[in-house]
């Protein structure tokens, strides 16, 4: 018998006990083999793979890992660091120098380096070098991570409380996409000490520390996973942001928040008929799986479609809930929803693969997140920090930019002397809008009047740059390429700049034209203060279009003529200016009309106009 047993015992391979496995494999004692988000033994028994406290997700998404490569093993990445040797070279060059090796003026991160540790450097700049690239592809905004990064990364150099949100955050990313042991590791104590520091925080609060604190609770938010715990989230946000507002708190960053942020208690389902929710559930689960067919045929060496596949699994679960479904069921599919929504797009746009087939993915993803969001009883799930339907429109509009065909024509010119009288015929034409009109009629006189004011400015005022937009292949009535668009940008400040118009004519409502340009002035004063600035006055021709940016460059005038609508003119013009102040390391400013604010985010701005304040977004980029 004991021969038995010796010889039995004998033939056992030898091997490791597993020390950060899943608790599902612990609890069977079983060896896990560590594969994250989902080890292949749970995997095989189809139950859900707990990784302690790091998040876990469905088997479905490991369909579809967020760069589309297999889990690695255990082996290989249970105790090695994630960093290429690149990223560790650019750490040691920033801890050594001070300055952040990114050069992108929009991404400003001004640290004591040799106070962090070499992980926290490289978390941060991971978090900043994912940033960078996707500003420099123009899809920054068309997440929701990214779209507040700018923000956090602003308020991380003043306070550890927000740093630690930002590298919790950073360590997630990278372990879904590496599915590295130590970040996961990583990414869990910095959420405990981000945790602890915002408790410490909200028992002496104060309105200095109300930034950090709310960086941390946004990060601590989109990292959580049980029910309790983001209600108590949810609720510390909004508390934060009412003390604020008792306070008189008037930092740019909780403006922007407290515009956004919608607490549970304020949102409920749309009170649709079940029939009609269905069906439109049933048609975006065919439109998904259309194009899910189309990419396998069209484009078979790429592995786009199998993206589709957990979003439409994940759909038709959403269309079996109901009522009576337990709510623990209910929670579990909207947050592997919420999951998605945060994690997928981001990582997908950085994979840097099939970019047009990518944002069209991304594009059902919000549709089904709109969809929760207005129609399930768990849609407090669905984050709403973001505007999901202008995300959307905003993701579709990139999927067939607006440049990408016959405006590959249209060029970028200095605007000279004769060009004046055009520019007057260009702006009466975009601005048909009946307040416009009411400052400036279209009449004789006030024709002249705009004329003479540019003929003038162009003439005695360097600081002004006028420039415009050219269609070569098409002329206008003196046999010259048509002015599509044009615009004046000041890189004067006010108080240096003197008069901004001449006096106004008989023609026009002297009292109301002088209270419209004083409370723009006054708006731009309250969000720049004495910022050195450039500054802009879009004139789209959008509803109520009429913009004032103060860019410490001042885009004075931005006028696009209706024939050159959504062919990419306003961009060309935009991107000269904002080109402009980041070589002289300038900030920006725009009054924009809410209805083109999208066109300003996609070069960087942030809406920081106070609440209720209407049509018109005060937009800042620093």
Avoid at 73 to 102: D, H, L, N
Avoid at 448 to 456: G, L, P, Q
Wanted: net charge neutral.
């Amino acid at each position: 018998m004991s021969n038995h047993n010796h010889t039995r015992n004998g033939n056992r391979r030898s091997h490791t006990k597993s020390r950060t496995g899943c608790l599902t494999c612990k609890r069977r004692h079983i060896r896990c083999d560590e594969s994250y988000p989902q080890c292949q033994n749970c995997t095989k028994h189809k139950v859900k793979c707990a990784f302690h406290d790091v998040p876990s997700q469905e088997e479905t998404l490991l369909q579809t890992s967020p760069t589309g490569s297999k889990v690695q093993s255990s082996s290989t990445t249970k105790s090695r660091r994630p960093w290429s040797a690149k990223a560790r070279a650019e750490v040691r060059q920033w801890r050594r120098t001070g300055s952040m090796p990114i050069p992108d003026a929009r991404i400003r991160i001004t640290l004591q380096p040799t106070i962090y540790s070499e992980d926290d450097l490289c978390f941060v700049y991971q978090a900043a070098s994912n940033q960078h690239r996707l500003t420099a592809m123009g899809l920054s905004k068309l997440t929701i991570i990214s779209s507040y990064l700018p923000s956090f990364f602003r308020i991380i150099t003043t306070s550890r409380l927000a740093m630690n949100g930002v590298l919790a955050l950073s360590a997630y990313q990278v372990a879904s996409v590496t599915h590295c042991q130590h970040a996961r590791r990583k990414e869990y104590q910095y959420q405990m000490l981000a945790i602890q520091d915002l408790r410490e925080c909200l028992a002496n609060f104060s309105p200095e520390h109300a930034d950090g604190a709310l960086v941390a609770s946004m990060a601590l938010l989109w990292l959580c996973e049980d029910m309790s715990s983001r209600s108590q989230i949810s609720e510390g946000i909004t508390a934060i942001l009412e003390t604020c507002h008792r306070l008189g708190h008037s930092s740019s960053f909780y403006l922007m928040l407290a515009k956004a942020w919608r607490p549970a208690s304020d949102r409920c389902a749309t009170p649709n008929s079940e029939y009609d929710t269905s069906v439109v559930l049933q048609d975006l689960i065919a439109e998904m799986h259309k194009f899910k067919n189309y990419l396998k045929e069209q484009e078979p060496e790429d592995d786009s479609w199998k993206k589709l596949r957990p979003l439409i699994s994940l759909a038709q679960d959403l269309d079996k809930l109901g009522p009576l479904t337990p709510p623990d069921k209910q929670f579990e599919r909207v947050r592997l929803l919420r999951d998605y929504k945060l994690w997928l797009p981001l990582n997908d746009l950085l994979s840097g693969k099939n970019l047009s087939s990518t944002l069209m993915i991304n594009g059902y993803l919000y549709a089904l997140a709109l969809y929760a969001q207005r129609h399930t009883s768990q849609a407090y799930m669905i984050d709403s920090m973001v505007d999901l339907e202008e995300l959307l429109l905003d993701t579709l509009r990139h999927v067939n930019p607006s440049d990408s065909s016959d405006s590959k024509s249209l060029r970028v010119e200095k605007v000279v002397l004769d060009d004046v009288p055009t520019l007057t015929e260009v702006w009466f034409a975009a601005f048909t809008d009946p307040g416009i009109r009411r400052i400036w009629p279209d009449t004789p006189a006030v024709r002249n009047w705009w004329t003479e004011a540019n003929r003038y400015d162009l003439l005695h005022k360097p600081f002004q740059h006028y420039i415009k937009v050219i269609d070569p292949q098409t002329q206008d009535a003196r046999g010259r390429p048509r002015i599509a668009a044009f615009a004046k940008w000041d890189t004067e400040m006010p108080e240096g700049r003197g008069c901004r118009y001449p006096p106004w004519t008989d023609d026009q409502p002297s009292q109301i034209c002088d209270e419209f340009i004083a409370k723009e002035e006054n708006e731009r004063l309250r969000v720049m203060g004495d910022q050195k600035h450039y500054c802009e006055w879009l004139c789209n021709n959008q509803p109520k279009a009429l913009i004032e940016t103060d860019l410490r460059s001042d885009l004075d005038t931005l006028v696009t003529h209706p024939d050159y609508q959504r062919r990419g003119a306003g961009s060309m013009l935009m991107k000269w200016g904002c080109d402009l102040a980041d070589e002289d390391g300038v900030a920006a400013y725009v009054d924009a009309s809410k209805s083109g604010a999208a066109l300003y985010e996609r070069f960087g701005f942030v809406d920081e106009s106070l609440p209720g304040s209407g049509d018109v977004a005060s937009m800042a980029r620093r």
